[in-house]
């Protein structure tokens, strides 16, 4: 990097108005197909879910997608429908967002954490063996930030002890790995999100493909209520009233109108995913001198890049990551933490981790920035990211 001046940050921003570190890009389209199906007469799960479902599974490359009204539902589903419950252990990362192991609570199982690799952020696939338990019954590798977890290995070890995956690809939308779209691996199944900042959007929504049969139906009871059929066969003409309950399901299916924007967002997935390479290709090349620990390489497939994490080199900067965060606001850059460690949650605390039990997912707690990263965004605002990150680290380097 070359010598900066010292300026504070906060006198004189970089930029008049605030940059979110996401922001979704919602156009014309998706507002007429909401519309369309304002005007249609039927707001829930339909026709247009049908579609979103069908397209999705083209694009993945798997015979069964099913759409939920969130990620977590559909983790929480695709668990039930393997039979999770009392007495089980479920394994994952500690490195991921509460829902990922709140749904495992759900169902009255204990989710059993596994420390990270510290250059991926990933599951560290070689402690998740010592893990195991007899009463271990699944694996949720979480592919963080886009960039699939080592697969083969996870797969293999699932294998060797009958344990079923769930791949948490809240952010790996467009992801591959060794050739193949993640949602189309061997996993039983793969739970998609589209909360605003991710991948796309349905404003709140997710997708859990398989390539089970007998698991999409069963994630299909245990979607809507335990009912064999759905309100959509039911209030067609021919259709029948009758219907029964075959297990305690949820209500977690997502509407008609959510939907429409998802076929619209969907067909924009591979322009959004060469934008945001496009995006990440140019902080690679403005930030390789900054005291940063950038995103290795992935040489296996394709990162989905939801996020750019970026480390701080605290050694080199005399501030800590969130004086490093405020000083960015203050500039008028927003970012975002991914993830605070699950164990250091009171809720998880209390099932009796302690500070000190992951130290990889600590120590890149300590220092891990995400950097405002969305298709939307110009290159004008990454150019002011990049002036603001050169300012911030100007004022407080050693
Ligand atoms: C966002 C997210 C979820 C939950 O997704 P929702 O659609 O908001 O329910 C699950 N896991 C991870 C890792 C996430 O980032």
Known sequence: MKPIKKEKPGENPVRASYLPFSQPWIEEEEIRGVVEVLKSGWLTTGRKTLQFEEEFSKYIGVPHSLAFNSCTGGLHCALAALGIGPGDEVITSVFTFAATANVVCHLGAEPVFVDIDPQTLNIDHKKIEEKISPRTKAIIPVHYGGRPCEMDNILALAKKYNLYVVEDAAHALGAIYKGKMIGA??????????????C????????????SPE????????????????????????????YEVVSPGYKYNLTDLASAIG???????EEFQRRREKIVSRYFKALKDFPFILPPPFKEGRNAWHLFPIQLKLEELNCTREEFIEALSKENIGTSVHFIPLHLMPFYREKGWKEGDFPNAEEAFRRIISLPLFPKMSEEDQESVIMALEKVVGWYSK
């Open 200 to 211: 796309i959007t349905t404003g709140e929504g997710g997708m859990n493909t398989t390539r």
């Open 215 to 242: 698991l999409a139906s069963k994630m299909k009871t245990w979607r809507l209520h335990g009912i064999s059929r759905d309100a959509w066969d039911r209030y067609q003409k021919g259709g029948s009233w009758y």
């Open 185 to 198: 691996l061997d996993s039983q199944v793969t739970c998609f999100s589209f909360y605003p900042t991710k």
């Open 263 to 269: 076929i619209a967002q969907l067909k924009k997935a």
